[in-house]
């Protein structure tokens, strides 16, 4: 298998993250992509441009993440990021939502902070920032039930706070989820996620 991915990605990292922590990372072979470069051919892979994907041996391809990830978990027979039992699958999908609508909103902010000071727009900036702010808030509130979860939501949810951490790091999260601020540090105790750190 083949992953073509970016470093920086909040989306690919969640890929990393899941194929190193099932033992799985051995059968791929990274390809870095950048999907803004105007020459890349990425979307021979994926017609919408876009990272992570995952190229079969037959040659086809899945594209994101939440796709991605789930096929990878269905490849080993170690400890499942997907939960089996309906109630704390639903769950997991959606601290999944969460997480992944948190990196969304950051996404968004870093393209417009990109844009000429001219065509940027404050107030499509803040709607995202308030997404983002809502949205740990309410993990924050929640955060009793993840305390010692391992699944895919959790792991959206901290790479998207991993993503926010790198990108945006003059808007303080910890201060409005102190919980989830010790959460978040739990992680760093994997090796997997420490090998995954945008740089």
Not at 174 to 184: I, K, M, N, V, W
């Amino acid at each position: 298998m083949q992953l073509r991915y970016s470093a920086v990605s909040p989306y690919a990292r969640k890929v990393c993250c899941l194929a190193m922590a099932t033992g799985l990372w051995s059968r791929i072979t990274p390809l870095l992509t950048n999907p803004w470069d105007e020459s890349t051919d990425l979307s021979r892979d994926n017609p919408l441009g876009k990272i992570p994907v995952l190229i079969l041996e037959d040659r086809s391809s899945l594209y994101d993440s939440r796709v991605i990830c789930e096929y990878l978990d269905s490849l080993h027979q170690e400890h499942k990021w997907f939960p089996q039992d309906a109630t704390a699958r639903w769950s997991a999908l959606r601290y999944q939502a969460l997480g992944d609508g948190i990196a969304d909103a950051a996404v968004q902010c870093v393209i417009e902070n990109r844009r000429p000071l001219s065509q940027q727009s404050p107030q499509w900036r803040d709607r995202q920032l308030a997404a983002m702010q809502r949205a740990i808030q309410t993990i924050e509130l929640q955060c009793e039930e993840l305390q010692n979860a391992q699944h895919i939501g959790a792991l959206a949810i901290v790479c998207a706070l991993g993503y926010w951490d790198f990108r945006l790091p003059e808007i303080d999260w910890r201060g409005q989820a102190p919980q989830l601020a010790q959460y978040y540090a739990s992680w760093s105790q994997h090796a997997w996620w420490l090998a995954t750190m945008p740089e």
